[in-house]
């Protein structure tokens, strides 16, 4: 049973880290084909545009991914994260969040089969640390969808499609 188990964690760690590395990629393919305004554009008001939810996925992870995981205290001011009066560069909102996924897959790597079942206290919330990983990753990924999804409604016919079967390399594509 012990090596089910190990090879599972594995996997799922595995998995955990191609969802962020696919996620990346495809946000990172999005943001290129945008110019500034296009970035900060809100299909209506109260709606987030592709800068905010850039913000919002590295707070997310942060909070989540490395610091509720790892059980230290983390400063995160989500309002914020959707105000679309502070505007940054494309590439400033891509470097946090490469940075900030460059250190969940550290952590990830460095869990312990025990440390998946682990208690945290996240956002006011008790969960193991499978429980925030699974809140997390996940959360990107839908977040990744709906950036795609600003991204086409823009563009429209100009949008340039990520996935090419033929250079796909194996790996199940986001």
Known sequence: MSELR???????????????????SRITYCVMQLDAAQLWWQPAAGQNSVGALLRHLAGNLQQWAVDGVLDQPGFRDRNAEFHAEAVESAEV????????????????????????VQTRSIQGF???????IMHTVPHLVGHTHQIVTLTRMQLGANYQFHWDSAVSGGSVPL
């Not at 946090?96 to 996924?101: D, H």
Request: aromatic share 8%; with cysteine; net charge negative.
């Open 6 to 24: 190990e090879q599972f964690v594995g996997q799922f760690r595995a998995e955990c880290i191609h969802l962020l590395n696919q996620s990346f």
């Open 93 to 116: 909102l891509l470097q946090r969040l490469e940075q900030v996924i460059e250190r969940a897959r550290e952590v990830l790597s460095a869990l312990g089969d025990d440390d998946f």
């Open 126 to 132: 008790e969960v193991t640390v499978l429980g925030a």
